[in-house]
């Protein structure tokens, strides 16, 4: 059998269709059994899509409605990721369209109950410039392109046209009913209605982040209806709505409620709002943290009052210099930051730069670990927002001097950040809360090799940290060094932390209401071989060295700074309060010092004096890891001198750098070999070349300066 009638057999196999019999079918019939199998395995698992594989690196391609509906029909794959290859009309009067009785993706399938059952989407779906249009839902609850997004899921970059989204009992919006992760760079247009709450242009409840997106949308419904969002326990930054809004109470131009811990930075609203209690022309009602540097339009919004943010004329709103004054990050200036959210033309309200397919320019690399993007510069950092789940790292140091931001450089991360050894000096932000460098590191993201100096981080709100305002990510071989204040859960490196830290430090100093501590404000999560010099101080309660207020566990670590407050309240030398453990067992190994921190008492932790903080043997009984000891472990996390002051991490030292140039080369090789087979002084006290610490330079010091040899 030749090749072409072998492949017309596995086809017609495949198909179920019988083979005529004729001479030596026998042989024929042998090898059918072979190619049914390459019928099934020969293929790609993807081909219900229009290619990929469902990888970061190679997503999985939506090209088609087709495409779009079979992804929502396969919640095995909501945690994949997932492209827009090609603009998408879900018109329901096309062949193959429909009106949806429940959201395309992550649909409610409860139909009994009113809470949310079915699979969350959890992976990456990014429109790449791309429109979906005429998106019609006509069901009961959680309606959108997406029912529900959970924790870590993301969205970006896509544009929704003439969605239309009618709900029975709620949360509605052109993308999501109910968002728990991350959307960046959305708009949407339609009309969104619902004869209950929760009513909102883009999303109908959010609980995670939006980030630089936009509705022109209609939002109508009975309670909790904005123009944006109807009901935010989350963050939206950088984002606007102009579309009427219509409801009974709870009625915003940009947020019907905003709840708990929302917070809404440097956006605005124009649309039209009507309702008959809690109305405001950005917010209906608000008992959420955080409302900063917002803004409505009096005159087209028909709302002189709002429950946060600025009411303006439509000159003032039109005028750049308002939003400039105000720290607003607009294309072709630097001063207020290097994300480049903004721009605006002459009489015109200000219009996101990336909201209508506008990508900015990556820098180079791929975003994978094998091939991350290198940021070589402040306009690389400004681009970190818009790919957050990417793999990063620096290409050198670089310093900020002359930017003041309003927010976090990066809002919301997800992804691997690499220093490299490099440093970000001069890092100045003014602005609400969730601030850091990141706002909020997600369960996925990894922060290394990283340091922060000359921090100057100023908070009107909470979580508040140098490095990251909230952290559920892991930190590790990172500093800060600089100022913090804010109001509570505030840190020197994380504001409020429930992932995991490890071999980091912090100076300077943290202040605040409450919650401080000179590493973490707050820590649910585990903290390791860390330590903090930090000056902390507040006005009330759960103050401290390291940590303010303590539900984690603290191992080998330890404080030195000095910590006060104003008033009575939970104040440590090492931990203000600690739930961890009644016998505070989930503290081990770690300590403070009391003469520097001038607190003789702390929730968890072995107080020392400073002639025991700077003796070995004092860490040694503890079971901490030094270098020139195995006893204890053969990491080599710590370092210490006899006498000479507190255990320093080891990666803080250029290990070989002898010329003291912070580099390691030729000329640190020629001292090396000046004091080769000598007794000399340790490296690490800065009085010698012996890496090893037992006393001599030798073949076991030129194997450790080997491995350390820049690469």
Known sequence: ???????????????????????????????????????????????????????????????????LIALGETPEDYDKHFI??????LDPNLPGR???????????????????????????????????????????????????????????????????????????????????????????????????????????????????????????GGSNVGGLVGFSGGSILTSY?????????????????????GTISESYSTGSVTGTREIGGLVGFNNGDCVTLCFWDMATSGQVGSAGGIGLTTAEMQDIDTYLSEGWDFVDETLNGSCDYWRISSG???????????????????????????????????????????HYRLAGSIDLTGITWSMSVIPWFNGAFNGDGHVITNLHIEGGQYLG?????????????????????????N???????????????????GVIRAIEYVGGLVGYSSGSIATSHTAGTASGMGRIGGLVGKSTGPITASYSVQTVSGVAGYIGGLVGSNFGEIVMSYSRGRVDAAFCGFIGGLVGCNYGSRFHTNISAS?????????????????????????????????????????????????????????????????????????????????????????DGSFWCGQGCDLTNDGSVDWQDLMVFTENWPR
């Not at 042989?27 to 469902?54: D, E, H, K, N």
């Not at 009913?177 to 009309?191: E, F, K, Q, V």
């Not at 100096?453 to 009107?460: F, I, L, P, S, W």
Request: glycine content about 14%; aromatic content about 10%; hydrophobic content about 40%.
């Open 1 to 67: 059998m030749d090749l072409r009638s072998a492949l017309v057999s596995a086809d017609r196999a495949c198909l179920g269709l019988a083979e005529p019999k004729r001479p030596g079918a026998g042989r024929a019939l042998r090898t059918i059994p072979l190619l049914i199998v390459v019928c099934f395995v020969s293929f790609p698992a993807y081909a219900q899509y229009s290619g990929g594989t469902g990888e970061p690196n190679d997503p999985y391609q939506i090209a088609t409605a087709e495409d």
């Open 84 to 89: 827009l290859t090609a603009d998408i009309d």
């Open 98 to 220: 429909k009106v949806f009785d429940r959201a395309v993706i992550a649909p409610d399938t409860n139909d009994v109950g009113s809470g949310f059952r079915g699979t969350l989407f959890t992976g990456v779906f990014d429109g790449y410039g791309h429109t979906i249009s005429h998106l019609t839902v006509t069901g009961d609850d959680f309606l959108g392109l997406f029912g529900q997004v959970g924790s870590g899921g993301m969205i970006c970059d896509l544009g929704l046209e003439e969605s239309l989204i009618t709900a029975k009992y709620g949360r509605a919006g052109a993308l999501a009913g109910l968002n728990n992760g991350h959307i960046a760079a959305i708009y949407s247009s339609g009309m969104i209605s619902s004869n209950s709450h929760y009513v909102g242009g883009l999303v109908g409840r959010n609980m995670g982040s939006i980030v630089s997106s936009c509705s022109t949308a209609m939002a109508s």
């Open 241 to 261: 709505s102009i579309g009427a809004v219509s409801g009974l109470s709870n009625v915003g131009g940009l947020v019907g409620w905003n709840y708990g811990f």
């Open 348 to 390: 015109d309200y200000p219009r996101l730069r990336f909201c209508m397919g506008d990508r900015p320019a990556l820098p180079e690399g791929s975003g994978t670990a094998e091939q991350p993007y290198m940021i070589r510069d402040a306009q690389d950092l400004g681009t970190v927002w818009f790919q957050p789940r990417s």
């Open 437 to 461: 460098l990141f706002g909020q590191l997600v369960s996925a993201a990894e922060v290394s090799n990283l340091g922060l100096e000359a921090v100057d981080v100023y908070g009107t709100g």
């Open 463 to 481: 979580y508040v940290g140098g490095l990251a305002g909230r952290s559920y990510g892991t930190i590790s071989r990172s500093y800060s060094t």
């Open 591 to 679: 300590f403070w010092d009391v003469q520097t921190s001038g607190q003789s008492g702390s929730s968890g932790g072995a107080g020392k004096t400073t002639a025991e903080m700077q003796t070995p043997g004092t860490f040694l009984e503890a079971g901490w890891d030094f270098v020139g000891e195995s006893e204890n472990g053969t990491e080599d996390i710590w370092v210490i001198c006899e006498g000479a002051g507190y255990p320093h991490l080891a990666w803080e030292f250029v290990i070989g750098d002898f010329d003291a140039d912070a580099d390691t080369d030729f000329a640190d090789f020629c001292i090396l070999a000046e004091h080769w087979l000598a007794a």
